[in-house]
């Protein structure tokens, strides 16, 4: 195969997915709990849709920290008397929210740089430098699945704790 015949399939296949995630947005905007959820930030169109779908009716979970649970981004929790100790993360979990949680906090490590002002950004500055990258991804993965509840139940937008009262400049 030339390269060059391969370059115009290569921009043949390009343009058929461009045309595709175009009518995916399009048909995807246009829900409201949607929307709310993928203004969260790491969390995009197509990870608001599989979250979305995963959650379901958000009216069965009676707290924010049931809505984590079932996602599996709390750890567990062994206790016993005073003594505590906080395990792995439950295997019998949905592990596609999961995933879609955990790629959203992959996403926010990724541009903690772009907007190190961001309380998620914060957060996962804190976690990362007393205990690792990968439990700063599961305790952001937490906090936008504790968010979530409340932006679906309270069908708002996500406003950042960090920037609240903070008015824009032009």
């Known amino acids: 195969m030339s390269a060059l015949r391969f370059t115009s399939e290569w921009k043949y296949v390009a343009d058929i997915n461009k ?34 779908v995963e959650i379901g009716d958000i009216a069965r979970f009676p707290s924010a920290e049931h809505l984590a649970s079932y996602a599996g981004t709390t750890p567990r929790m062994h206790a016993s008397g005073d003594h505590a100790r906080y395990g792995r993360t439950r295997p019998d979990v949905n592990r596609t929210l999961k995933w879609a949680l955990a790629e959203a906090g992959n996403s926010v490590a990724l541009n903690q740089a772009l907007f190190p002002v961001r309380h998620v950004s914060q957060l996962y500055w804190r976690v990362c430098e007393r205990k690792g990258h990968p439990k700063a991804i599961r305790a952001v993965a937490r906090h936008l699945a504790e968010g979530a509840f409340y932006l679906l139940s309270q069908q708002r937008f996500y406003q950042d704790p960090a920037l609240a009262g903070r008015t824009r400049e032009v």
């Open 19 to 52: 045309a595709r995630y175009k009518f995916l947005l399009i048909s995807l905007t246009a829900n409201k709990r949607l929307n709310s959820v993928s203004a969260s930030p790491g969390v995009r169109v197509i990870l608001a849709a599989i979250m979305e």
